[in-house]
């Protein structure tokens, strides 16, 4: 039998339950019955599973601190190589040299680290040049060479993304700043 509560309904937890409803209840309240290898298993699952979280949880952390201690030595750098000052919208070149290269391409933050967005010409002596409008901020780059990327070995500044890209760091300032 199906009943449908409205709200003047109301449950009674002290009225006798149908034989149908006990009969239920009593079935899912029987343990079904499983091996001890499955059970050992189930519990070694959900063992390593915690094991897992709780090293990604500190390896966040561990990111997390390296992040900023990279921020913060980029920041007190003394060096001023590597900062590019823009008087006007225009393009910042990019240089890398690497003659046995057949394909180059400029990546970074300001392409989305596209390999195709922005090949690289090759000049003499096998030195791969790209002119590149760059907005003025902080910006990690890196050249695609035949598919690997390498950071620029003239820049001054470079970061690690703590999953093993290397990357350059090139400033650009905006007009009229130093």
Do not use: Y
């Not at 096998?126 to 780059?141: E, K, S, T």
């Amino acid at each position: 039998m199906i009943h449908d509560m409205t709200s003047d309904d109301h449950f009674d937890d002290d009225a006798p339950l149908t034989p149908e409803l006990a009969s239920a209840i009593e079935c899912l309240r029987v343990e079904e019955p499983v091996s001890d290898a499955w059970r050992r298993s189930l519990i070694e699952g959900v063992e390593a599973a915690r094991r897992k979280q709780r090293v990604q949880k500190r390896l966040i952390g561990v990111a997390g601190l390296a992040a900023a201690a990279a921020v913060c030595a980029v920041v007190a750098h003394p060096s001023n190589r590597g900062v590019v000052s823009v008087r006007s919208p225009s393009a910042v070149h990019f240089e890398l040299t690497a003659p046995q290269a057949r394909r180059v391409s400029l990546v970074g933050d300001f392409d989305g680290w596209n390999p195709s967005a922005l090949p690289m010409r090759r000049g003499a002596n096998g030195a791969w040049m790209i002119d590149v409008r760059v907005p003025p901020g902080r910006h990690a780059f890196a050249f695609s060479v035949d598919g690997r990327l390498t950071i620029d070995p003239t820049a001054a500044l470079s970061a690690d993304d703590n999953f093993g890209v290397p990357s350059s760091v090139v400033v650009v300032n905006g007009a009229g700043e130093e």
